[in-house]
């Protein structure tokens, strides 16, 4: 069986996969790494999800990479845009050639004795063909995302089956499903269902965004007109990184007051809906959550687009039960009807950890749901490897650049002092397990328990602080006790 050796091996080609790549080869000049990619093309989320409207809910600025500034005038960019973005970073910095396509991993073995990973992959071939192909390196490096690319999650709902109209969830969307004039109804509250129905309501009859309970949600500027000035009269990276530090800042302070002043957080939010929506709009029923701001993700709506939508009467939110699935819609638990055309169930995705490797350690495998992260980024006992995961209060690059960053100091480090292996591990007994999400959103809940833990104290604690992370990460020791090295 054919086998080549690298010294990391990056899986997936996404958003964190290509940035990983670019801060490698600029870090680690010598060092070489392929990118292991199970579909055909670069992009991840900015390819696979195809629903009509898709946008980043963050703004660019943060969730572009530090080291390639966003220069769109719109802070909110489209899935499209954002796309080429992924991919012209890939194309620039010669990123693309390092990536083979159709490989997906399926395991990956570590051998303490060759100090190396063996990792098992299934490349499918032009035909559709699989064949089980071998690799080998010294440094795993997951940027696989966070979720199922398979299917998104669908509630089991009763009388589906009964339903003449199409059924179609949003990772599942294709070109061909036609909306125009017809009445369309949303299932769900999230970034998703309100970012398709303004979308939607530009050509169908009528869409309704059906919510078992209501999210925030925070209209924001599309466009940035600080940074589109700033970016007149600065240096492009200059501009860019004041904006950045902007934002950072600005999301930091958000998300603490949200923490430490909920009730006022909460007054300001609903101001601003009632002010878009009007003072006769029931928002105590479908706008006002029964959580506080930040105990799930906020919403974020550009340019107040689903307000408008509302007040102009092309979309309706409707707060309530399914009862059922019918011929003709949805019949609610309070007994009233929703017709409908197309149903689109707007209703999350299935987490999945690790990319859904098997990992083993000398012939153990490792049980990632119990097993604690360090610095939210690498595994107690598992050596040579680490994942990309973003923040859940914050843009997902921020987290995804340092942890890039600290891979790369780790990398060069064990060369300097030629170690082969490093391996963090818990000594201390007082550290107790915790989910490390603690997001109350149904995603979130339905997956915790098989996620990796965070520890109650550093370095096993997830900070979610993107200044706290700076220091950690890009200027924490690397030889802190915790880490070992062989
Ligand atoms: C609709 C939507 C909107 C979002 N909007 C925002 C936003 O505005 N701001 C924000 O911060 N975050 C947002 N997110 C989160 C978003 O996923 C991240 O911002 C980011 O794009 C994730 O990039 P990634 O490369 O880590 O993962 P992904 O984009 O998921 O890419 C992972 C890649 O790894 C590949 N892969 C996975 N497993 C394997 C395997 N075993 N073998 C080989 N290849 C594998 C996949 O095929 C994929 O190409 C959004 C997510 C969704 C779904």
Redesign the pocket.
Known sequence: MQQEHFDVLI?????????AGYHLQTRCPGKSYLI????D?????????R?PG?????DMF??GYSFKPWTDPKA?AD?PQ?LNY?RETAVENGIEQHVRFR????RAAWSTPEARWTVE?ERTAGEGAIELVRFTCNFLF??????K?EAGYTPEFAGVADFAGRIVH??KWTEDIDYAGKRVVVIGSG??AV?LVPELAKKAAQVTMLQRSPTYVVSRPAQDPLANKLRRNLPMRLAYHVIRWRNVMWGMFFFQLSRRRPDKVKNLILGGVRAALGPDYDIATHFTPRYNPWDQRLC?VPDGDLFKAIREKRAAVVTSEIDTFTHDGIRLKDGSELPADIIVTATG?VL?V????EVSVDGRAVDFANTLTYKGMMYADVPNIAS????TN?????K?DLTCEYVCRLINYMDRHNFRQCMPHNADPDITAQPSLDFTSGYVQRSVAKMPKQGSKQPWRLYQNYALDIVSLRFGRIDDGVMQYS
Do not use: M, N
Request: with cysteine; net charge positive.
């Open positions: 899986v997936g080609a996404g958003l964190s996969g290509i940035g292991l990619e199970g579909r093309c670069i992009g991840g989320t900015w390819d696979l999800f629903y898709i946008r980043s809910d963050s943060t969730l909110i899935g954002i992924v490989h997906r991993v399926k992959v997951l940027c696989a995302g966070y979720y690319y949003p990772q970034a998703t970012t974020l995705l999945q690790v990319g859904g490797l990309a995961f973003g923040y914050a843009s997902w690059t921020l995804c």
